[in-house]
């Protein structure tokens, strides 16, 4: 009847009794994730244990974390712990996430839209005008950026029932005026605006491949 209710097979429900303890005690450890099907377990579990408890402390800090970056600490717990041959997979990222309930997220920002309507317009009309005036290696077009040099990524791993926070943004940046010929023939040097006029880390450079 139990089987039943549930949709599995009686032998299924055999093994969850056999195994109740063992089942019990790995939930009350957070060792399984609540969608779990399956009692196996790593088999690095030291590794697995650590990882996880550093993970749950990084996003408590609100500290974004990525596939690679988890891989890579893994691979670092794994040598202090005596396992050199630990290699730290996709494979394994893709387990171990599926052990504790981990996703990927992107972390929620404010959008900015342009008015698309002006910007077709002038595609559609005014450039095609202009362009009939001047020969392609004349045409140049210049764009201002900004490049945020200490922003961490806008993604990170996260377990699937929590809300994605992230810290604070850096505004650190510096600005960069780009410019080139329709061609491609005459890219001249980058334009870059920074924040002091002779940084100490140019001291004694000659030459820049910027403005």
């Not at 023939?185 to 820049?208: M, N, W």
Request: net charge positive; aromatic share 12%; proline share 5%.
């Amino acid at each position: 009847m139990i089987a039943k209710k549930y949709g599995i097979s009686p032998s299924t429900l055999s093994t969850f009794l056999k195994h109740k303890s063992k089942i019990e005690q790995n939930i009350d450890a957070d060792a399984f994730g609540p969608q779990r099907k399956k009692i196996r377990t790593a088999d690095y579990e030291e590794v697995d244990k650590a990882i996880y408890t550093w993970f749950v402390e990084m996003r408590a800090k609100n500290i974004l974390i990525n596939g690679p970056l988890l891989c890579e600490h893994a691979r670092s717990f794994a040598r202090l712990r005596g396992f050199p041959e630990f290699m730290g997979s996709t494979g394994w990222l893709h387990r171990f996430r599926e052990r504790y309930g981990i996703s990927h997220k992107i972390i929620n920002g404010e959008a900015n839209y342009a008015p698309k309507e002006v910007a077709s317009s002038w595609w559609l009309e005014t450039l095609p005008a202009a362009l009939k005036e001047c020969s392609s290696a004349d045409i140049y077009n210049a764009d201002e950026t900004a490049l945020f040099y200490k922003l961490m990524p806008n993604k990170t791993l996260e377990f699937k029932e929590n809300k994605c926070f992230g810290g604070k943004s850096s505004e650190e940046r510096i600005t960069a005026l780009l410019c080139t010929n329709f061609t491609g023939t005459d890219k001249l040097k980058p334009l870059i605006i920074g924040k002091f006029v002779k940084p100490r880390c140019f001291k004694g450079v000659q030459h820049l491949p910027c403005k």
